[in-house]
C-alpha cells in the first residue's frame, strides 16, 4: 500500500466489547420496533441475530452501522459514540467496518472489480489505480470466487456468486468488524454450508467481530459463538444455543425445538 495510506491506517481496536449497544428506542410513526434495548458483542466472536419477523433485527444492524437514526439509546461502535456524530465527517470509523446487504447490493453498471474498488475509492483515494486493481483482485479470491469473476458484472452472476461479490467488497478495507444480514438466504443448502464455512474460516484468519443476522438454523449451530434474540422489542437473551434452549420463553422454545430446530441440531450433533 502506498505509504500516505499507511499512515491513515487506524489501530486494531483491543477493547472487549467492539459494538456495545445501550437503552436504544426506534420507532416508526406511532410504531415503537425497540424499546430500551441493550447488548454487547464479544470482540472476536460470530454472534447471530435472530427473532420473528418485524422484530427489528435489520433495523438493529442499521441503527448500529448509522443508516437508521435512533430515536433515544447510546451505541458505541469501536471505542466512538456513532450516535454523538453530529455529520459523517465525525465518524472516521466507517473504514474499520465491511457490510454485505442480503441482496448484494452491487452497483449493476460495474464489474465486480470495479464494484470491491469503491470503498477503496472512498477512504483512499490516494492509491494508485493499479494497486486498487490488485487488492480488489486480491478480495475477490479471497471471497472464494474465481480470478475471472472480477471482470464480471452481477448480471452474469449466479445468486451464490453475488453474494461472494457482496462479502469481497464488504472485506475491501480490511475492516475489524464484519456485517453480515441474511448471507445464506436465497442459497441451496450446499451453497449456503460453504458460505457458513467460508465465513467460519474469514473470521478466524483475519481476527473478525461478525454480527450476522440469519434465520437459518443450521448457520447458527454451525458457526454461531453465541446467539442474540430479538423479542419483545428487546435483546431477551444472548447465549450460546444449549443455553438459550433451557430458557422458558415461548419463541425461544418454538424456534430451536420445533420440527426444524430439533433437526438442525440432530445435524450438528452427529457430525
Given at each position: 500500500m502506498d505509504e500516505a495510506a499507511l499512515d491513515v491506517i487506524p489501530e486494531l481496536y483491543q477493547g472487549e466489547h467492539p459494538i456495545v449497544v445501550e437503552g436504544l428506542v426506534n420507532q416508526f410513526g406511532d410504531f415503537r420496533i425497540h424499546d430500551e434495548l441493550d447488548l454487547k458483542v464479544n470482540r472476536g466472536e460470530i454472534l447471530g441475530v435472530v427473532g420473528g419477523s418485524g422484530t427489528g433485527k435489520s433495523v438493529l444492524m442499521r441503527s448500529i452501522i448509522g443508516l437508521q437514526t435512533p430515536r433515544a439509546g447510546r451505541i458505541e461502535v469501536l471505542g466512538t459514540d456513532v450516535t454523538a456524530a453530529e455529520d459523517d465527517e465525525d465518524i472516521d470509523i466507517r473504514s474499520r467496518w465491511g457490510v454485505l446487504f442480503q441482496s448484494g447490493a452491487l452497483f449493476s453498471t460495474l464489474t465486480v472489480g470495479e464494484n470491491v474498488e469503491v470503498p477503496l475509492k472512498q477512504f483512499y483515494p490516494e492509491l494508485r489505480p493499479e494497486l486498487r486493481k490488485q487488492i480488489a483482485r486480491y478480495k475477490v479470491l479471497l471471497s472464494g470466487l474465481p480470478e475471472e469473476a472480477t471482470s464480471k458484472y452481477p448480471s452474469e452472476l449466479s445468486g451464490g456468486m453475488k453474494k461472494r461479490a457482496g462479502l469481497?467488497?464488504?472485506?475491501?478495507?480490511?475492516?475489524?468488524?464484519?456485517?453480515?444480514?441474511?448471507?445464506?438466504?436465497?442459497?441451496?443448502?450446499?451453497?449456503?454450508?460453504?458460505?457458513?464455512?467460508?465465513?467460519?474460516?474469514?473470521?478466524?484468519?483475519l481476527g473478525l467481530t461478525v454480527f450476522l443476522i440469519t434465520h437459518d438454523l443450521d448457520t447458527l449451530h454451525a458457526i454461531c459463538d453465541r446467539v442474540a434474540v430479538l423479542a419483545d422489542k428487546k435483546v431477551i437473551a444472548v447465549d450460546s444455543i444449549p443455553n438459550l434452549i433451557a430458557l422458558d420463553h415461548p419463541w425461544i422454545q418454538e424456534y430451536f425445538n420445533g420440527p426444524r430446530g430439533r433437526a438442525a441440531a440432530g445435524g450438528y450433533e452427529k457430525s
Amino acid at each position: 500500500m502506498d505509504e500516505a495510506a499507511l499512515d491513515v491506517i487506524p489501530e486494531l481496536y483491543q477493547g472487549e466489547h467492539p459494538i456495545v449497544v445501550e437503552g436504544l428506542v426506534n420507532q416508526f410513526g406511532d410504531f415503537r420496533i425497540h424499546d430500551e434495548l441493550d447488548l454487547k458483542v464479544n470482540r472476536g466472536e460470530i454472534l447471530g441475530v435472530v427473532g420473528g419477523s418485524g422484530t427489528g433485527k435489520s433495523v438493529l444492524m442499521r441503527s448500529i452501522i448509522g443508516l437508521q437514526t435512533p430515536r433515544a439509546g447510546r451505541i458505541e461502535v469501536l471505542g466512538t459514540d456513532v450516535t454523538a456524530a453530529e455529520d459523517d465527517e465525525d465518524i472516521d470509523i466507517r473504514s474499520r467496518w465491511g457490510v454485505l446487504f442480503q441482496s448484494g447490493a452491487l452497483f449493476s453498471t460495474l464489474t465486480v472489480g470495479e464494484n470491491v474498488e469503491v470503498p477503496l475509492k472512498q477512504f483512499y483515494p490516494e492509491l494508485r489505480p493499479e494497486l486498487r486493481k490488485q487488492i480488489a483482485r486480491y478480495k475477490v479470491l479471497l471471497s472464494g470466487l474465481p480470478e475471472e469473476a472480477t471482470s464480471k458484472y452481477p448480471s452474469e452472476l449466479s445468486g451464490g456468486m453475488k453474494k461472494r461479490a457482496g462479502l469481497a467488497r464488504a472485506l475491501a478495507l480490511d475492516p475489524q468488524l464484519l456485517f453480515l444480514d441474511e448471507p445464506t438466504a436465497g442459497l441451496d443448502p450446499v451453497g449456503a454450508a460453504k458460505f457458513d464455512r467460508l465465513t467460519r474460516e474469514l473470521a478466524d484468519t483475519l481476527g473478525l467481530t461478525v454480527f450476522l443476522i440469519t434465520h437459518d438454523l443450521d448457520t447458527l449451530h454451525a458457526i454461531c459463538d453465541r446467539v442474540a434474540v430479538l423479542a419483545d422489542k428487546k435483546v431477551i437473551a444472548v447465549d450460546s444455543i444449549p443455553n438459550l434452549i433451557a430458557l422458558d420463553h415461548p419463541w425461544i422454545q418454538e424456534y430451536f425445538n420445533g420440527p426444524r430446530g430439533r433437526a438442525a441440531a440432530g445435524g450438528y450433533e452427529k457430525s
